[in-house]
């Protein structure tokens, strides 16, 4: 149980495209996903947070114009990254909390499989 | 959340118990400490977390002092497919969800 799928897993594009990357809890509803952020050999930075059915909540630094992110259902989050530059280049990693049915506050954090982008 | 503190790597050898440490001595009383791996270009694994009891389930063992100002994860027979970069995580369960990552212990599984 708790499985968390994204997609694709690496995409490669020019600079100046947008790009959208899915993160499906598929054996749970997922009342909060994550986008977290990880550079070459460095930890995981959290982009931002959002519940399902409200707007994202965004870290510090993190440009929300740039990174949109949509929580429309209990088993799907998006992330786009508009207007790709190579420094954009990343692992991007979801993750969603909610699979013991219990106030989000209180639950595991589940982690996708990671979206490697470059951007060109 | 309280900062934890762990070393940046440690060996083992195949089949042996890997036992690795983390220091977090400003837990608060409402805090869990939690642990994740990350093994190279995936996603980070949950694989165990507790508050004040000792914690076993089929991937390891965590062990937690009566202070709770450190515990130890332990892999209690390691193999070539547990070398990865391992997270403890303290985390406030009535607060923010979000998860703090720092540089975590890189434990290589040595034949």
């Known amino acids: 149980g708790a499985v968390v799928s994204q997609h694709p897993s690496r995409v490669i594009c020019k600079s100046g495209t947008s790009v959208k990357i899915e993160c499906r809890s598929l054996d749970f509803q997922a009342t909060t996903m994550f986008w977290y952020r990880q550079f070459p050999k460095k930890s995981l930075m959290l982009m931002a947070t959002?519940?399902?059915?409200?707007?994202?909540?965004?870290e510090q630094g993190v440009e929300k114009d740039k990174f949109l992110i949509n929580h429309a259902s209990l088993t799907l989050s998006t992330l786009t990254v508009t207007s790709a530059h190579p420094e954009d280049s990343s692992f991007y990693i979801c993750?969603?909390?909610?699979?013991?049915?219990?106030?989000?506050?209180?639950?595991?954090?589940?982690f996708g499989p990671g979206t490697r982008l470059t951007v060109l | 959340d309280a900062k934890t503190t762990q070393p940046p790597s440690m060996d083992c050898a195949e089949g042996r118990a890997a036992n690795l440490p983390c220091n977090h001595s400003t837990i608060s009383g409402n805090e869990y400490v939690y642990w994740y791996r990350q093994i190279h270009s995936q996603g980070p694994q949950y694989i165990i977390h507790?508050?004040?009891n000792n914690e076993t389930n089929e991937m390891a063992s965590l062990i937690i002092t009566e202070d709770r100002k450190s515990s130890t994860l332990i892999l209690p027979h390691a193999t070539l497919r547990d070398t990865a970069v391992y997270y403890c995580?303290?985390?406030?369960?009535?607060?923010?969800?979000?998860?703090?990552f720092g540089t975590g212990t890189r434990l290589t599984v040595i034949p």
């Open positions: 959002s519940n399902e059915g409200s707007k994202a909540t965004y």
């Open positions: 507790g508050l004040k």
């Open positions: 993750s969603a909390s909610g699979a013991s049915g219990r106030a989000s506050g209180t639950d595991t954090q589940y």
């Open positions: 995580i303290v985390r406030d369960q009535t607060g923010a969800n979000n998860l703090f």
